[in-house]
């Protein structure tokens, strides 16, 4: 398989968008958002492609302004094309007066790597291809990564130790460059938008967990794509998604058209009763619980343990739960010859398991992964009472 960090975390985030993108290779417009941060990231390299002569600060907004200015971009506004040009200019500024370019080394702009990675269960190659923003050689014993995000949001510096797209960079350039320390290979994330650069670094156990977490994820991809399982996944980044209107999760919001013999004023007929009787059942089961704290108190107050009432009898008795000395249990058993009781209690448990299974070891996780196997499948209905946007209200 041939694949990237971009497909990769796309597969995390929704397996359904990685169908749509990755297998249907369906197009979609590149929001405003991504535009404008592949035209900061395109500002960024031009500010360090020459040697020695760089581009002064005029030359570097007035590239920036004139490919903002020529790109089309669907769905925006004057007004917010002139902010997004506006902040554009800005973060440039800001950023070349902190970082002249003839202050740093470096190496390579827009890197683009190929690495072969085995799978040793199937001896299958796969090619895992990316881009690097940029390498540095701060000095003669070290290197530096850097990925540019254009962001708002960022990341904590435990999120920066275990970041997959930088842990991916350090295998990419010991692979490409065999003599580099790893040890002396930084990773930076660079906010433009707070010009603040945060860097973590990787040892070589992490860069092996990153292979295996790649080989595993292809793994799944594999299977998931022989059986055809890509579900959706609907988080916060649904509504920059741009198959939104084609994703099973958000699909109905944009039909119009009949579905099978159900009309669609018909399903939002039967929707609207749903919640009202789920709304009610919430309300009832808090009423009687209410009720019960109530008539507890009264049977604590009286001494009794039996209430009469038109509609029937409310009994109160008492249910205990025990828990038990295990330790102690076995050395009794043992005394007795009774081990056959013991290895009974200590029957499989699928519930414990999957508890455990994030915390074993990656070979031993995969091992117990590859023991599993689907018992039964089932769909189950959920609902969160809250009212979604709909394009057509």
Request: glycine share 2%.
């Amino acid at each position: 398989m041939r694949t990237s960090y971009s497909a990769l975390e796309t597969f995390r985030q929704c397996p359904q968008k990685y169908k749509f993108q990755q297998i249907e290779k369906i197009k979609t417009p590149k929001s405003k958002e991504a535009i404008f941060g592949t035209l900061v990231h395109s500002g960024l390299r031009y500010l360090f492609s020459r040697d020695p002569l760089y581009p002064s600060l005029d030359e570097v907004i007035a590239h920036f302004g004139a490919s903002w200015s020529s790109v089309e971009i669907a769905e925006i506004t004057e007004e917010e094309k002139t902010a997004y040009l506006t902040q554009g200019e800005s973060l440039l500024r800001r950023f070349y007066a902190k970082n002249q370019p003839w202050n740093f080394n470096v190496l390579d702009l827009e890197s683009r790597f190929e690495i072969i990675v085995e799978d040793p269960k199937t001896g299958t190659m796969h090619t895992l291809a990316g881009i690097m923003d940029r390498i540095d050689k701060p000095d003669d014993a070290h290197y530096e990564i850097i990925d540019y995000k254009t962001s708002r949001k960022m990341k904590s510096q435990d999120a920066l130790d275990t970041d997959f797209q930088l842990s991916l960079y350090h295998l990419a350039l010991i692979k490409r460059w065999p003599h580099i320390n790893p040890n002396a290979l930084s990773l930076s994330l660079y906010y433009v938008k707070h010009n603040e650069k945060l860097t973590t670094t990787r040892t070589i156990v992490q860069t092996e967990e990153t292979k295996q977490h790649v080989l595993e994820t292809i793994r799944d991809i594999e299977i998931r794509t022989f059986s055809n399982d890509f579900p959706p996944q609907p988080s916060a980044l649904c509504d920059w998604c741009g198959y939104k209107a084609m994703c099973p999760a958000w699909k109905f919001l944009f039909l119009k058209s009949e579905t099978r013999n159900l009309k669609r004023e018909n399903i939002e007929h039967i929707t609207k009763e749903f919640f009202a009787l789920k709304k009610n059942n919430q309300e009832t089961t808090k009423r009687l619980a209410e009720l019960q704290t109530d008539i507890k108190a009264y049977m604590d107050q009286e001494g009794i343990t039996r209430i009469f009432g038109e509609g029937g009898v409310i009994s109160k008795t008492v249910q205990e739960r025990y828990s038990y000395d295990y330790e102690k249990i076995r050395s009794a058993l043992e005394a007795h010859n009774r081990l056959d009781v013991w290895n009974a209690l200590l029957t499989p448990d699928d519930k414990k398991l999957k508890t455990m299974l994030p915390t074993l070891p990656s070979p031993l996780k995969e091992q117990v992964l590859e023991a599993r196997s689907i018992a039964k499948k089932f769909e189950v209905l959920s609902a969160t009472i809250k009212k979604a946007s709909n394009p057509f209200s």
